[in-house]
């Protein structure tokens, strides 16, 4: 790795061009000088948060892989930096690039515990799971700051209404005391996402996560307190980090984790370009083989968009993968299952006190 090149604490190494916005090079030079005539140092490798004020804050999920029916984001961009990352494309959408600006600039929506309690009193809506972070993840380093989270699950508990969390980092132990009444009813199942047992994997991977050590006893510590934990293996990274998934498997079994799922990396968009420049400059010695074994489990490209193929892949190196999950799955995780969440109580509850009949 060439130091003098690489932006370390970050993922993604420049912006790539937005796809939807022929102005966006434009837009960014009036940013830097807006930056320049307030007296910021608009080049500094600084996370900047700017509101945003959606109208509704909970969105149907229709693709038929991703295995959530409802989702919702409190945060547009992440500053995780995670290399890999599928949500990055959808930062376009936003006049911002996939690249540093998904990892720099990170849109926070405040109103997000207002917007959600108008839904959850709807007469009309019927309970069924709500994913937090099905785009980025709702404790990446923002929610330390704004706690929109934490008051989305208090929202989650006044409605008794079912939520799932995905997340790879430590700070969901600061709502732990929410999480536990959750659970009491069934109302709350956590995925956490490790990818590796490397801590100089995780540093490249994944710059601004919290450690591997943290997260494993994260998944001890929520799963001790009765918050079943399923272990996101994702993604899965030829000649990166798939020579782990035993390993993985067991970590996440002593832990405490009831299950494991995981994806094969795709990168589509503007990802593709992203992740190349990246491993040049992290992993320059094995970077043509990884691009090709990524390019090998998705029919020769690494944008694969279909159905039932694009998560779990093609090919023999993909199919290596997938037996090596179904090993796992036999070893550490026969007897154990994730429950499915209570969608009962929600319906008793939509005043935010239980209905007297």
């Not at 984001?73 to 690249?99: F, I, K, L, P, T």
């Not at 000649?239 to 993985?248: A, G, R, Y």
């Not at 090709?292 to 290596?320: F, P, V, W």
Request: charged fraction near 25%; hydrophobic fraction near 35%; charge should be positive.
């Amino acid at each position: 790795m060439n130091p003098k090149s690489f932006i370390k604490g970050r993922g993604a190494q420049h912006n790539v061009p937005n796809r939807f916005f022929e102005l966006s090079h434009e837009q960014r030079n009036d940013f830097l000088e807006y930056c320049a005539k307030e007296g910021e140092e608009a080049d500094k490798n600084k996370t900047l948060y700017l509101p945003v004020f959606p109208k509704t804050i909970v969105n149907k999920v229709t693709s038929p892989d991703v295995g959530m029916g409802y989702s919702m984001n409190m945060y547009q961009g992440c500053e995780h930096g995670c290399v890999y990352c599928y949500a990055r494309n959808s930062h376009e959408y936003w006049g911002y690039s996939a690249g540093l600006d998904f990892e720099r600039r990170i849109l926070v929506k405040k109103d997000a515990p207002k917007l959600l309690e108008v839904l959850l009193k709807k007469k009309s809506w019927q309970a069924y799971p709500i994913v937090m972070s099905g785009n980025t993840d709702c404790y990446q380093p923002a929610e330390k700051q704004f706690k929109i989270t934490r008051e989305c699950l208090k929202m989650f508990l006044k409605y008794k209404h079912p939520v799932g969390i995905i997340t790879k980092n430590a700070l969901i132990l600061r709502d732990l005391d929410v999480l536990k009444e959750l659970a009491k009813d069934n109302l709350v199942a956590v995925n956490i996402s490790i990818t590796s047992l490397s801590e100089d994997t995780r540093r490249i991977l994944e710059p601004r996560t919290a450690s591997i050590k943290k997260r494993l006893e994260t998944v001890k510590v929520l799963s001790e307190n009765g918050i079943p934990v399923n272990v996101m293996l994702a993604p899965i990274i030829p000649s990166i980090n798939s020579h782990e998934i035993l390993p993985l498997s067991k970590a996440a079994d002593q832990a405490g984790a009831l299950s494991i799922a995981h994806t094969i990396v795709r990168l589509n968009g503007a990802i593709g370009e992203i992740f190349t420049e990246w491993i040049k400059k992290a992993l320059p010695d094995r970077a043509d083989k990884v691009i090709h074994q990524i390019e090998n489990c998705h029919g020769g490209t690494l944008n694969d968009s279909r159905y039932g193929t694009r998560m779990r892949g093609e090919g023999q190196i993909a199919k290596q993968i997938n037996d090596l999950i179904k090993l796992a799955r036999q070893k550490y995780f026969k007897d154990k299952e994730m429950p499915r969440l209570n969608t009962q109580l929600h319906e008793a509850y939509k005043d935010g006190q239980l209905r007297l009949f």
